[in-house]
T-cell receptor
Framework: DAKTTQPNSMESNEEEPVHLPCNHS???????IHWYRQLPSQGPEYVIH???SNVNNRMASLAIAEDRKSSTLILHRATLRDAAVYYC???????????????FGKGTKLSVKP | DTEVTQTPKHLVMGMTNKKSLKCEQH?????MYWYKQKAKKPPELMFV???????INESVPSRFSPECPNSSLLNLHLHALQPEDSALYLC????????????????FGSGTRLTVV
């Protein structure tokens, strides 16, 4: 599975935007970029995913670089409930084979200050 | 129903006990997964079931035995565990199996916190 690199931790102020970076220089053409977050004492939660174009949903936005070697998860207004570990994961969804499992890296621990 | 339900939420067992963890989803997802998560570490993939068949066993010791009785249920049978097996065990499901395309997200349960004494 391709690897991602994320900062170990980031801090944000409440009600301000947060930009969480992820580098994935060895991304392949069939890798989707997935983001999950894990709040304390809970299972991971799907946030967003994309392939080439920027994506928006009710939780966040995903900005993907033109060469796809990096991406940024954007939380538009951080709240205290957004404090979590955020995982950027490449998932190969090519047909056939046994690839495509969701393999977690270390993630970024986001702290939100009131 | 858009949830993955895991029971029990907490489990304490002795090293000679036999216990089972249960996982259930009613979203019609075709793949189900077991992950293990130690404190302050990311989840690690243990098993993958695709269309009710075991497709991946990530070199997990035989004291962990998965079972998929039907498309909605996934069990993890535990026997002769060691204290180092204490962890959060997470179940997840996805609409399509790995290698089937699609790029859909996984849905995770809230986990079973297992303590082996």
């Amino acid at each position: 599975d391709a690897k991602t690199t994320q900062p170990n931790s980031m801090e944000s102020n409440e009600e301000e935007p947060v930009h969480l970076p992820c580098n994935h220089s060895t991304i392949s053409g069939t890798d989707y970029i997935h983001w999950y977050r894990q709040l304390p004492s809970q299972g991971p939660e799907y946030v967003i995913h994309g392939l080439t174009s920027n994506v928006n949903n009710r939780m966040a936005s995903l900005a993907i670089a033109e060469d796809r070697k990096s991406s940024t998860l954007i939380l538009h207004r951080a709240t205290l409930r957004d404090a979590a570990v955020y995982y950027c994961i490449l998932r190969d969804v090519g047909y056939g084979g046994s690839q495509g499992n969701l393999i977690f890296g270390k993630g970024t621990k986001l702290s939100v200050k009131p | 129903d858009t949830e993955v339900t895991q029971t029990p939420k907490h489990l304490v067992m002795g090293m000679t006990n036999k216990k089972s963890l249960k996982c259930e989803q009613h979203m019609g997802h075709r793949a189900m997964y077991w992950y293990k998560q130690k404190a302050k570490k990311p989840p690690e993939l243990m098993f993958v079931y695709s269309y009710e068949k075991l497709s991946i066993n990530e070199s997990v010791p035989s004291r962990f035995s998965p079972e998929c009785p039907n498309s909605s249920l996934l069990n993890l049978h535990l026997h002769a565990l060691q204290p180092e097996d204490s962890a959060l065990y997470l179940c997840a499901s996805s609409r399509e199996a790995p290698g089937q395309g699609g790029g859909y997200g996984y849905t995770f349960g809230s986990g079973t916190r297992l303590t082996v004494v």
